[in-house]
Every structure is written in C-alpha cells, then in structure tokens.
C-alpha cells in the first residue's frame, strides 16, 4: 500500500473536516460519537489532518474530546503515521506555528523521530519556517541529533538549503564542527553549495575555514571546484589555507580544481596565493595536467601566462605521464593538434623522443610544422660550443638533447620521410646530419635522391658510397642523371653560401636578399629549385600502434 498517497475511502469523517478546517462539523461528529482515532491508508488519523492544514481551531477541538492533559490524550497526541510522522512534525514541517505551540502544550514529543530519521525541528528547518524554529529551540529541542542517512544536523539542512536567517539562530546553539558520514561539516556545505550568507555567518561564527572531508577536501577546494567565486574571496581572505593537501592520492590543492574546471575568475585568485613549488616542484603535480585532461584551453592560457612551465615536472609515478605536452599529445590521437599542443609549443616546452615521434612518424605535417613555426633548429656547432641562446629570431632554439632526438627519430622512420625531410630541410636542418648509413639504406627513391641534391655528392664518405653503389646494383635505387656526374660549379657555390651562413640564417630568414647576386638566384641559393617529394606509400597504421612498435624494437642511433 501507499502510504504517501491518501485513499479517499479510507478517510473517516472526523478526518475529512479536519482537514478541510470544518471546526463545527468536527464537534459535530465527535458529539455523534465518530471516533477521532481512525486511521486511513497512511495511518493518518483526525489530529495529524488538523495539524497539517493548520488549523488550530479543530486541533483545540479534537485535544478537548481526547482529555486535555491526561495520560490518554498525551498517547495520542504522540501517535504517528506509517511514515513514523507526528502531529507536531506535520505542524512544523509545514510552517504552522500556533498549532506547534498548542501540541507542545498539550505534550507533543518535540524529538520524536520519524521513519527517516527526520524531527520536527529538521523539518522546520528544511522548510525555512524561522518562527517554528525559534519555538522549538526555545523549548529545548535537540539541535545536535544527526538525521536522515547522511547523518546532517539541523545546522548542515539549513546551510544547504540557504536559510541564512535560521543558521543565525542555530550557531549560537548547535557543534559548529558536527560532521556527516563523509566528515563534512556544516561550513564546508555552504561552500559546495555556494551559500554565501551562510558562509559568512558560520565563519563570523568561529566555524573552522580548513576543516577536511573523509577524503581529505577542504571548503576552499569545494568551492573552486564548484565555481562559487564569491565563496572562494571569502575563505581566502579570512585564512583558508591554498596550499592544504586536499586529496589521499595525490598533492590536490583548490588551484587544481580551479582549472580542471575551467573556473578562470577563481583559478586568476589562486595563482596569487598559491605556493609556486606544484609548478615543477618534485612529488608534486602542475595544475598543467589536470586542466589538460580536461581540455579546459582558458585555463593553459592561463597557467602559462603567468609564468607555469609548460614541461611542469614528471609524473610518470602519479599519473604515468611524462609532460604537459606527452598528455596533450596523448589526447590528440590521430586528430590534427589542439589549441592546447599549440600553446604548449608556444610557450617552450621540450622536446622528448616521444614527442617527435608525434611529429615524425605520421603522412600527417600539421604537428611538424606547428613546431617549426615556434622552435629554431640550431647549426651543430653552436650547440657543440654548449651556446646557451634559448631565442632568435622570435623562436626558441632546439636544446642539444632535443636535436638529438630529432635525429634519432628522424632515422628510425625513414618510411615518413617524404612528408618531414623538405619541412626540416627548409627550417635549416643540416642536411649532412641525415648523411648516416641507415638513411641511405632505407630511403625509398624519390627521398634520397632528393636528399642527395642538398650537399655535394661528389664528396661522400666511401662508406656511403658503397652503401649508394650496392642499392644501384641490387636496383633498389634509381639515381637522377646528374649524380653520376661531378656537382655543377653553381651548386657548389651555393653549398659554400650555406657553409658561410649556416643553414638555419640561409633557410629561414631574407639574408639572402641582402647578398649582391641577382634576385632571380635568391630561390636557387634557398635550394628552392629542388621539386619537394611525395608520400607515396599506403594509409599508416593508427599513431599509437606505430608508437608503441618503435619502444619495442627501434635501435638508438646517435649522431650528435
């Protein structure tokens, strides 16, 4: 049965003109001898409908035909429905003042609880009635009692549910520190919630700014992460502490939960009083991860502008992820790269074998050339001379390390070089540095001829040139016509150009303007008459798979 929804033809009389707050037709009744106890589907009886609607007249009535204070009328007046509800909790619950005062005059049970754990002081409270909850305080009801499954007193319902005028009754009552079954107190309600008065009422209240939930959250990471600006400003200028760990698994602080949620306004307050060492401090985790996890672009921006590294520190054992930009990378998939690998590039962050392999071992150019756009690549010999220029040119230039790893990439996936040896060569690789032995031996035709006719093949090493010779006589290799012969004067001269200026100032800026030669030669100094080549080859299998074959069987090469 329904015990929540009410038959009509279980309703006795009596109860029916209580409810309709009939005070003569309940006299009448009950002088008839109807019975002021029946009870309908609900267990509802004759005082819990007069109660329930208010009506302090038919509750006068019915307490008259019970006995007025005796022992029968005190049973009575305590008698609850099938939900455990009293004539009281019913009253209160539903704002009813005068008929609370008069069933507390008459005995009502002011803690009685119902099936659920509620009271008729919860009750008020969850509906906001600050009159009945000023009575029922005053008459001494217990303020501190847990209720419902959750385990709230009435101090949690009434942050929760924004009664600011009721908490100011209640925190001069009730444990402003009471927890729930999570340890969450009322205080730390109002900033999930976002329940400003309150908070400051509690707070202004002595209530503790830095208490912790079971898992370790504070009001200020709620908050943040909730998005209640207002709240935040209040508990970090009345000495929430930012720096708080506020998770079991890892260093949480609120400025990660800030920009994992994208709340820009509160990430830009944290920022300021956030302690530095989470940016690349070791043990600790950038609030870089997290905002890209969740692909929150406004947050990056962000971080990054005010100064957070863009390589923040290795989490490989937290989260078994390298770098901010292995994370982005990770994300992009088969996709073209998002705003966040843009930002990450922009900003400067290093370059891992892994990385390139992004770049690199793909038909795709797009992540390639987003890198060219933002980093410089540096002639050998600078970075032999250990030359610490980090900018030029607008760009930041490649560290030793991270040529390196270009290289060694570069090597293992010949298969792609159609599509990355003309972007390299054109940002100002050297070419002499793909001159190695597995380059020529797995280059397909187009690509090495290609190569070939950026240095001067007269001069190879005999190594290479057996390498060269044993790929004709087995016909995997089919050179053009004009490397048979010794290189034209013209070539030469422009491979001496290169050797005076570096290939990075000859490939990347205008200096060739400047040299007193005729324009029509600008290009061919650029080496720009040399048709780029094509990839030729069927669609690759997914980037991950290529990823994960080249840790398991590639061979380190060095060349630098």
């Known amino acids: 049965m329904d015990f929540t929804e009410c038959y009509r033809d279980t309703v006795s009389s009596v109860a029916a003109a209580a409810r309709a707050g009939c005070r003569k037709r309940v006299r009448r009744l009950i ?57 009281c909790y019913l009253a209160a619950q539903r704002g009813h003042l005068a008929v609370v005062r008069l069933l507390l005059k008459a005995h009502a049970n002011i803690n009685q609880l119902t099936n659920d754990l509620s009271c008729p002081l919860y009750a008020a409270v969850d509906g906001g009635h600050k ?5 029922l305080v005053g008459k001494g009801a217990e303020v501190n009692r847990t209720h419902t499954a ?41 900033a999930q919630y ?32 909730e998005g209640h600006q207002a709240c935040v400003d209040f508990l970090v200028d009345h000495g929430a502490d930012p720096n708080r760990t506020c998770s079991q698994g890892w260093p949480q602080f609120p400025i990660h939960a800030a920009a994992e949620f994208g709340h820009i306004g509160i990430l830009r307050k944290l920022i300021a009083v ?10 600790m985790v950038s609030p870089l991860y997290v905002t890209i996890h969740n692909s929150q672009i406004k ?28 994370l982005a990378l990770c994300q992009m998939s088969n996709k073209p790269y998002s705003e966040i690998v843009r930002l990450l590039v922009a900003a400067g962050a290093s370059l891992t074998e892994e990385d390139w392999m992004y770049a690199l071992a793909t038909d795709k150019t797009d992540f390639l050339q987003l890198i060219l756009e ?76 290609y190569l070939l006719e950026f240095v001067n093949w007269s001069t190879l090493s005999a190594p290479l040139k057996h390498i060269l010779n044993e790929r ?19 070539h030469i001269c422009r491979l001496q150009v290169r050797a005076v200026l570096g290939p990075d100032l000859l490939m990347t800026t205008n200096i060739v303007h400047q040299l007193p030669v005729p324009t029509p030669l600008h290009g061919f100094l650029q080496f720009r008459d040399i048709p780029e080549t094509s990839y030729s080859h069927s669609p690759p299998s997914p980037l991950s798979n290529r990823i994960e074959e080249y840790y398991s069987t590639h061979q380190h090469r060095h060349v630098l």
């Not at 035909?65 to 005796?70: E, F, M, Y």
């Not at 707070?203 to 908050?223: M, R, S, Y």
């Not at 100002?428 to 597995?438: A, K, M, R």
């Open 472 to 490: 004709r006589v087995e016909k995997t290799w089919e050179p053009s016509p004009y490397l048979d012969s010794i290189p034209c004067l013209a």
């Open 131 to 135: 009159e009945v909850v000023e009575l």
């Open 150 to 190: 959750s385990c709230w007193t009435c101090l949690h319902q009434a942050v929760y549910k924004g009664h600011s005028e009721i908490v100011r009754i209640l925190v001069d009552v009730c444990n402003l520190e009471a927890l729930d079954d999570h340890r969450i107190s009322p205080l730390f309600v109002a």
């Open 274 to 283: 956030t302690d530095r060492v989470c940016d690349r401090g070791d043990g």
């Open 374 to 449: 933002h980093r410089l690549i540096p002639r050998p010999e600078t970075l032999i001379r250990d030359c610490t220029v980090s900018q030029h040119h607008g760009k930041t230039v490649l560290k030793l390390q991270e040529l390196r790893e270009l290289l060694c990439v570069a090597q293992n996936q010949v298969h792609f070089a159609a599509c990355w040896l003309p972007l390299l060569l054109k940002a100002g690789l050297d070419p002499s540095l793909l001159l190695q032995p597995h380059m020529l031996e797995q280059a397909d035709n187009e690509v090495l001829n």
């Open 31 to 87: 002088k008839r001898g109807c019975s002021v106890d029946c009870r309908d589907n609900r267990g509802w009886n004759a005082l819990h409908e007069a109660a329930a609607a208010g009506s302090t007249e038919c509750v006068l009535e019915i307490l008259s035909a019970v006995g007025g204070s005796s022992h029968g009328c005190r049973a009575y007046v305590n008698s609850l429905t099938h939900e455990g509800e009293s004539a």
């Open 194 to 225: 976002g329940q400003q008065e309150c908070l400051e009422v509690l707070v202004n209240a002595g209530a503790d700014v830095n208490t912790q939930a079971a898992d370790l959250a504070t009001p200020l990471l709620i908050a943040s992460q």
């Open 299 to 326: 947050s990056v921006e962000l971080l990054l502008s005010e100064g957070y590294s863009p390589d923040a520190q290795n989490c490989t054992h937290n989260f078994g992820l390298r770098s901010p930009l292995a």
